[in-house]
């Protein structure tokens, strides 16, 4: 569950500062009780500078993570930057979905009282297998069934929260889940599905090397889990899209 954004206040600030950045948003967690798990979002407890500062504790100790792989980075041309490189792609792009506050979505109203059935998608995804950080990469279908109180937001808007969502470390299940709640609290619609495809490379890559498994899952909401008619409306134009 992703908590409430809203700027905390802190006590006790005075003692954070001889900390590193990330034993000060740490304490900044626990003091308001906020949870830190690897796909929760945490933009709200970071102050300025404190990026930067992470980037920088995070190639520290990938550089110890490669020395203790027994790799010789001051001599090894491939790997010289490496801890660099890692510490960036996984502060600014692959995780950064824990870092950012969420996406700027403009929402219009239901002016012509839209209530059919809207599919977007498919939508590609990529995150990362909390257990082993292996890439996940997939695809996302999403239906709408909007009534004449619900907000409509653009088709490109739905990818932007994909993407915020996605990209963090976590498991498939959870993240199709977050991602409802989060359309489901902006639209607010009568009826919401949401399916995802993905490959998990800690399949590919090691365990069983299964190169061909592929994982679904889907979570339907409101009208959806009622109407087998609309279900079947939905996962139907799926497959034709899919295809």
Not at 18 to 23: C, D, E, P
Request: aromatic share 6%; hydrophobic share 40%.
């Amino acid at each position: 569950m992703i908590t409430s954004l809203a700027t905390p206040v802190f006590r006790n600030e005075g003692a954070t500062t001889s900390l590193t950045a990330s034993g000060r948003i740490r304490q900044r967690l626990r003091e308001a009780g906020h949870r830190f798990h690897a796909n929760d979002n945490i933009a709200a407890f970071l102050r300025a500078g404190e990026l930067d500062e992470l980037r920088g504790e995070v190639e520290a100790r990938m550089h110890e993570v490669l020395r203790a792989l027994v790799i010789d980075t001051a001599r090894d041309h491939n790997t010289v930057e490496t801890a660099r490189r890692v510490a960036k792609m996984f502060i600014d792009e692959v995780f950064r979905g824990r870092y950012e506050e969420p996406p700027e979505v403009t929402s219009f109203p239901n002016a012509a009282r839209l209530n059919e059935l809207m599919i977007v998608g498919p939508i590609t995804v990529r995150s990362a297998c909390s257990h082993h950080l292996c890439p996940i990469m997939g695809r996302v279908w999403i239906g709408v069934l909007p009534n004449a109180a619900s907000d409509l937001i653009g088709l490109s808007k739905y990818a932007r929260l994909c993407d915020w969502i996605m990209s963090r470390p976590q498991i498939q299940e959870e993240a199709v889940t977050m991602l409802v709640g989060e359309i489901e609290r902006r639209v607010r619609p009568d009826g919401l599905a949401v399916v995802m495809e993905a490959d998990h490379f800690c399949m590919h890559w090691r365990g069983v090397r299964d190169g061909q498994s592929v994982m679904t899952n889907s979570v339907m909401r409101g009208a959806f889990l009622k109407d087998e008619r609309l279900r079947r409306e939905f996962l139907g134009l799926m497959k034709r899209g899919h295809g």
